[in-house]
């Protein structure tokens, strides 16, 4: 019995299927920059969308755009009652400078014979004289029999047919998709194991969606069920719930048995070291916040909380952790929180590069101050900045930058030129940096945007420091009830480069709690700016 492994290869459909998602539209100069991280990830196919469909689309398809991974255009199968030769939306598939073309079928009698009105016959048809005019144009073909497991539940024999007239016509590659997102486990590999016994299984490719939570599970089953084909998109966007994530699961194809026993796919070893800032890098192109709890790429993914938990980790990481998170491109985390012990807090400070003994005294004061300042309302483990500012102040030294004086907002309604009634806030920030006294102006669209302007309007050496600094994200939570509440404001904060950081304060008066949380990103961005600041500051 032979060793070698059996190759499965991976379709990316972000471009095509993920671009239903709500929201999300992607330009020209985007669908080429996801190519390029689709690319550096190793996939087999790029299905980059639908031309003729749409402007973009058709602009995308004019030139080749993949040097590794086969550029794939989607479409439909030819129209009924019209020939190959006399198919418009046929003819920009076959026109369009793509390897291969993906085209979608119906394999559901129902929607054959009412959302197309025309006979299983004629269906059948359709599909064969598709695949043969794509080969006769030098394409690969692939066909997407949608709705195939409900067709098959309700007509196994016609949707069988598609799929086995798919392949007899010299379809590269016939999918099986769970277009509705219902279909369970179990049911997929069962289902999929019977199409590999009329259709080899290195020719069936399995389209999960992931509207019962259940893509990935259904794209594992089908492989155990033979497929050898896995469609998804990256970090799981698409229409309604969204496809099967390819980011979650090319760490399972890879890490996980029997999968890794079994079969090999394109991505390597260090594409997959590489796949945490991969994934966190598409979110960026999206202009969305990343899924801190998503499987393996998540900030969440490797954090501990429970000071238990932390202790067992210290001594060996695999006792709660399921793969080294290095493999992936993530790290470690262990919460500081009201739960945590000195393991966690040892550790943590480790991770920020201070190295301090286990008795050193500090250490007590510091986790002392730590829960009571969370059982005032601080939340440590939702803001790793402040954390670590407050931390090396303990323990280490943390420039002082700027020093707040005093701040002042003043927040008028009132009708201007026009007669428009408006809200205007102005702010008004004294403080002292290098020695010199400093008082800054500024006008804001609300009390904490004027304060944040006039906060970084004159920070003399470090303005350069700070100018691509952004806020990026404010979330306010109300701790107690009635309006004179403690609040507790959440700050995450950006700069040019991708870097994220998150800031808190704590405050019965939100204004000042805001001030507390601009302070920290500010003074957090500066300390991480480097030696050579820190000179200047001293």
């Known amino acids: 019995m032979s060793d070698a492994k059996e190759t499965l290869t991976l379709f990316d459909t972000t471009l095509r299927d993920g671009a239903q998602t709500h929201g999300l539209n992607f330009s020209l100069a985007e669908k080429i920059a996801v190519v390029d991280i689709l690319e550096e990830l190793g996939v087999d196919y790029i299905e980059g969308g ?144 019977t199409v590999c016994e009329r259709v080899p299984g290195s020719h069936i490719g399995i389209h999960a969606h992931d509207d019962t939570g259940h893509a990935v599970a259904n794209s594992l089953a089908a492989v155990r069920g033979g497929a050898r084909q896995i469609q998804g998109t990256l970090n799981g966007i698409g229409e309604r719930c969204g496809n099967a994530n390819l980011i979650t699961l090319i760490p399972t194809l890879k890490l996980k048995a029997p999968y890794k026993d079994l079969f090999e796919i394109g991505v390597t070893d260090d594409a997959l070291a590489d796949i945490t800032p991969l994934a966190r890098r598409f979110d960026e192109l999206l202009n969305r916040a990343p899924n801190v709890h998503a499987p393996y790429v998540g900030a969440a993914a490797f954090t501990t909380k429970a000071g238990i938990h932390a202790s067992a980790i210290a001594k060996e990481p695999e006792t709660y952790e399921h793969i080294p998170p290095e493999s992936v491109g993530n790290r470690r985390r262990v919460l500081v929180s009201d739960q945590a012990g000195k393991s966690n807090l040892l550790a943590e400070l480790e991770r920020f590069g201070l190295s301090v003994a286990s008795d050193d005294p500090r250490l007590d004061r510091l986790l002392a101050d730590i829960k009571q300042r969370e059982a005032e309302g601080y939340a440590y483990e939702a803001a790793d900045a402040s954390f670590e500012l407050m931390a090396r102040r303990a323990l280490d030294s943390v420039p002082r930058f700027f020093d707040v004086k005093s701040f002042r907002v003043m927040v008028e309604r009132r009708h201007n030129a026009i007669g428009e009634l408006v809200t205007v806030s102005e702010a008004v920030v004294k403080m002292e940096v290098g020695g010199q006294s400093v008082m800054s102006v500024s006008e804001g669209n609300g009390p904490v945007n004027a304060l944040d302007l006039a906060l970084r309007k004159d920070l003399g050496p470090y303005q350069e420091a700070i100018a691509d600094l952004e806020l990026l994200d404010f979330k306010v939570r109300i701790l107690n009830g009635s309006t004179a509440a403690t609040t507790r404001v959440l700050i995450e904060s950006g700069d040019s480069v991708g870097n994220r950081w998150f800031t808190i304060g704590v405050s019965p008066n939100i204004v000042d709690a805001s001030f507390q949380a601009l302070t920290d990103s500010i003074t957090y961005r500066l300390m991480k700016m480097g030696e050579e600041l820190r000179v200047a500051a001293e």
């Open 50 to 193: 639908y031309p003729g469909a749409n402007p973009t689309d058709t602009a995308f398809f004019q030139s080749p755009r993949t040097t590794r991974a086969r550029f794939t255009a989607f479409g439909m199968t030819k129209r009924a009652g019209r020939s190959v030769s006399n198919d418009p939306g046929l003819a920009t598939l076959l026109q369009s400078a793509s390897d291969s073309i993906c085209f979608v079928a119906k394999s559901w009698d129902y929607h054959v014979r009412v959302a197309l009105g025309i006979s299983l016959e004629e269906n059948l048809d359709g599909i064969a004289e598709s695949v043969g005019a794509a080969l006769a144009a030098g394409k690969e073909a692939l066909v997407d029999c949608e709705h195939f497991f409900d067709g098959y539940a309700a007509d196994p024999d016609f949707a069988l047919a598609c799929v086995e007239t798919a392949y007899r016509a010299g379809a590269r590659w016939v999918i099986l998709c769970d277009t509705n997102g219902g279909t369970m486990p179990d049911t997929i590999e069962s289902v999929v194991r």
